[in-house]
């Protein structure tokens, strides 16, 4: 069965480094998501993807943050200058159809750590 | 804010057990997404759902619109049950704010 792939799952870094977030969505879904989970706390919606464009995004993802579909398979999510506070779960999803009223398959996600 | 609550947050059963998990939210929406976290953090789409009811095996997932409510229900509950149960919603009215999640209810089924 196809599935959501992300890389690495497990990421350190010292704060104000960039770090790249990789996902490979299934091949023929049309619309991609990052979500984060602080530990302990609930799921938070970053940003949806489509067409190569940004289509929505929330209040947490400011221009720290960017997103990038660099060839026909990758979904990057790019933290420029990590914060302490950026330590989470990243959960990427993909979906065939219309953003949000279609089933979404998630991935294993990238925990990342910022010392 | 427009808010969704789940409850209970935890839950404890014995297997066997019929559960039911349930969300209500703020305002209007256009779709309900009910999904399962396991223990290592990995998440599972179980339903999406715009009204009435889905099944799928043991699980059953119900809203109600007007109500604006929805459950999840397992029957013959099973340990290999036990994970977080997230329900997550897509507001209407055009905004673009992704899906928003309830807490989650975290679900132990024993032997």
């Known amino acids: 069965e196809p599935e959501v792939t992300q890389t690495p799952s497990h990421q350190v870094t010292q704060m104000g480094q960039e770090v790249i977030l990789r996902c490979v969505p299934i091949s023929n879904h049309l619309y991609f998501y990052w979500y984060r989970q602080i530990l302990g706390q609930k799921v938070e919606f970053l940003v949806s993807f489509y067409n190569n464009e940004i289509s929505e995004k929330s209040e947490i993802f400011d221009d720290q943050f960017s997103v990038e579909r660099p060839d026909g398979s990758n979904f990057t999510l790019k933290i420029r200058s990590t914060k302490l506070e950026d330590s989470a779960m990243y959960f990427c999803?993909?979906?065939?159809?219309?953003?949000?009223?279609?089933?979404?398959?998630f991935g294993p996600g990238t925990r990342l750590t910022v010392l | 804010k427009n808010e969704v609550e789940q409850s209970p947050q935890n839950l404890t059963a014995q297997e066997g057990e019929f559960i039911t998990i349930n969300c209500s939210y703020s305002v209007g929406i256009s779709a309900l997404h009910w999904l399962q976290q396991h223990p290592g953090g990995g998440i599972v789409s179980l339903f999406m759902?715009?009204?009435g009811k889905k099944k799928h095996g043991r699980l059953i997932a119900t809203i109600n619109i007007q109500e604006k409510h929805s459950s999840l229900h397992i029957t013959a509950s099973h340990p290999r049950d036990s994970a977080v149960y997230i329900c997550a919603v897509r507001w209407s009215g055009g905004g673009a704010d992704g899906l928003t999640f309830g807490k989650g209810t975290h679900l132990i089924i024993q032997p």
């Open positions: 759902l715009s009204s």
């Open positions: 999803a993909s979906s065939r159809d219309y953003s949000f009223t279609d089933t979404q398959y």
